[in-house]
């Protein structure tokens, strides 16, 4: 079953929802491109713009890395400002997501249909099962959130969707709601990077945060820590080597019985805070690797071997268990829990001190990522920043989780600086291949944090989104 509900952030004070906002943008002509704005594509690798449809656009050039740079600036441009109303779309692993967010910064509405009874039924994400259950509920998901904000598609500026990261299967179904969404409404469309979009969405929550800042973005599938230079540009300082933390929660809380609705995570965290978290001796992994990057299936591995040397049995809940048996999975939630944050807390030290090296003036560094909701995460992080000078800025649990509204606002992001691609045609054929990223690195790696343990001949199929981001900027510049 697919539970779905609606969600607004009641952590974000200055996002009101204004009664008469769906009268505004039915009335303002400046919330969208207008329709009469021909895109004639000449050749596959670039479109063009007539230059006589509109005095607000000039000559630009379409790539096929997915990206269109506007000559205008931002300041210049009457169609890109706080009006923007852009519908996020998100569907990159078991979450169904969609979100409507105006350029002020107003979440209008957030939608999520959880896929919580298939992780339990599969122990994990299922891609085939995963796919089924977006297809199913993509349609509601996407209506629920233009209700909720009181808008049509008609009011729309554009729609943003998630690209990659993520597991292609999945990513797939929302490419294909958006086209289809973006295409009969003639709207431009953003294709989003997944890691990029936890990393902006604090710039939605934090008015102060401003280029450069570092993140940390950390979830079940992903640990990534970055330097952000400006939209678009970043620095990997390090990446996990094999397992994110995420996995490793979620393997700990199957293997401990414990109840997997809410992820392995909240489960752990909850269970930890029963128990001692110095009576199991975890190694820290990676302790004299002096890189950022990560790795938890040691970790893991060390969990599993002491559940079985407590003769823990999986197969009988927590809230069925002894006390002494509830009392050891609490020691071992507990240990491996202060054990894996050890692991990022030395990490983001080492990391915090490469980044000031390229950008002094950081004054932030943005933990995001499912993980981030961790309560216990946060404070440690928040002390190893602390000690930097550094202010620790983290969205409430809602925006950390994967959600369209990070989308939506990364869409917008990029559209205010004239990157998105043309409206796709009304109709596509069902054999129509999508530009789908399932392993698309964030940023290029910096040299000290190369790890001889990855292959990035496997892990690169796509350059990264700051190379592509470059390339075109280069060569706008070469152009003009």
């Known amino acids: 079953?697919?539970?779905?509900?609606?969600?607004?952030?009641?952590?974000?004070?200055?996002?009101?929802?204004?009664?008469?906002?769906?009268?505004?943008?039915?009335?303002?002509?400046?919330?969208?491109?207008?329709?009469?704005?021909?895109?004639?594509?000449?050749?596959?690798?670039?479109?063009?713009?007539?230059?006589?449809?509109?005095?607000?656009?000039?000559?630009?050039?379409?790539?096929?890395?997915?990206?269109?740079?506007?000559?205008?600036?931002?300041?210049?441009?009457?169609?890109?400002?706080?009006?923007?109303?852009?519908?996020?779309?998100?569907?990159?692993?078991?979450?169904?997501?969609?979100?409507?967010?105006?350029?002020?910064?107003?979440?209008?509405?957030?939608?999520?249909?959880?896929?919580?009874?298939?992780?339990?039924?599969?122990?994990?994400?299922?891609?085939?099962?995963?796919?089924?259950?977006?297809?199913?509920?993509?349609?509601?998901?996407?209506?629920?959130?233009?209700?909720?904000?009181?808008?049509?598609?008609?009011?729309?500026?554009?729609?943003?969707?998630?690209?990659?990261?993520?597991?292609?299967?999945?990513?797939?179904?929302?490419?294909?709601?958006?086209?289809?969404?973006?295409?009969?409404?003639?709207?431009?469309?953003?294709?989003?990077?997944?890691?990029?979009?936890?990393?902006?969405?604090?710039?939605?929550?934090?008015?102060?945060?401003?280029?450069?800042?570092?993140?940390?973005?950390?979830?079940?599938?992903?640990?990534?820590?970055?330097?952000?230079?400006?939209?678009?540009?970043?620095?990997?300082?390090?990446?996990?080597?094999?397992?994110?933390?995420?996995?490793?929660?979620?393997?700990?809380?199957?293997?401990?019985?414990?109840?997997?609705?809410?992820?392995?995570?909240?489960?752990?965290?909850?269970?930890?805070?029963?128990?001692?978290a110095k009576s199991v001796k975890f190694n820290v992994p990676m302790k004299y690797h002096k890189d950022c990057n990560f790795s938890y299936a040691g970790l893991k591995t060390q969990v599993r071997l002491a559940i079985e040397a407590k003769e823990i049995d999986a197969k009988c809940p927590v809230s069925s268990a002894t006390n002494e048996d509830r009392r050891n999975r609490a020691d071992i939630a507990a240990s491996f829990q202060r054990v894996a944050v050890l692991h990022l807390e030395e990490k983001c030290e080492r990391a915090i001190d490469w980044a000031l090296e390229l950008e002094p003036s950081i004054k932030h560094m943005v933990i995001s990522g499912g993980v981030a909701s961790n309560k216990y995460v946060r404070l440690r992080l928040n002390n190893i920043v602390e000690n930097k000078n550094l202010k620790l800025v983290c969205p409430p649990p809602s925006l950390c989780t994967d959600n369209g509204v990070m989308v939506a606002w990364t869409g917008l992001e990029h559209f205010r600086v004239g990157r998105y691609d043309p409206p796709p045609p009304a109709t596509e054929p069902e054999d129509y291949v999508y530009d789908l990223r399932p392993r698309w690195p964030l940023g290029e790696e910096y040299a000290k944090g190369r790890s001889e343990a990855r292959s990035m001949r496997t892990a690169r199929i796509h350059p990264s989104l700051t190379s592509i981001i470059r390339a075109d900027s280069l060569q706008q510049q070469t152009q003009t």
């Open 1 to 276: 079953m697919v539970r779905l509900f609606l969600t607004l952030s009641p952590a974000i004070s200055r996002f009101n929802l204004y009664p008469g906002i769906s009268i505004l943008a039915r009335n303002n002509n400046s919330l969208r491109l207008q329709k009469h704005h021909k895109l004639k594509t000449k050749t596959p690798t670039f479109s063009l713009i007539s230059p006589s449809s509109s005095p607000n656009f000039q000559r630009t050039r379409f790539y096929s890395t997915g990206t269109r740079i506007s000559s205008l600036p931002y300041s210049e441009n009457p169609n890109f400002d706080d009006n923007l109303v852009v519908l996020g779309i998100e569907t990159s692993c078991d979450d169904t997501a969609a979100a409507v967010v105006r350029g002020n910064g107003e979440i209008l509405s957030q939608v999520i249909s959880s896929q919580a009874e298939l992780l339990v039924q599969y122990g994990g994400v299922a891609p085939k099962q995963a796919e089924e259950a977006h297809s199913r509920v993509i349609d509601k998901v996407v209506q629920d959130a233009l209700d909720k904000a009181n808008l049509t598609e008609k009011d729309l500026s554009a729609v943003a969707v998630t690209i990659g990261p993520g597991l292609s299967l999945c990513l797939r179904v929302g490419v294909r709601k958006a086209r289809r969404v973006a295409g009969n409404f003639s709207l431009p469309i953003v294709g989003v990077h997944h890691m990029e979009a936890h990393a902006l969405v604090a710039r939605l929550v934090e008015q102060e945060l401003s280029f450069p800042f570092m993140a940390l973005l950390i979830s079940g599938g992903h640990n990534l820590l970055v330097l952000a230079h400006k939209l678009g540009q970043y620095t990997q300082l390090g990446t996990t080597v094999d397992d994110a933390i995420g996995e490793a929660f979620d393997k700990t809380a199957k293997w401990l019985g414990l109840d997997m609705h809410r992820s392995g995570g909240p489960a752990v965290e909850e269970l930890a805070l029963e128990g001692d």
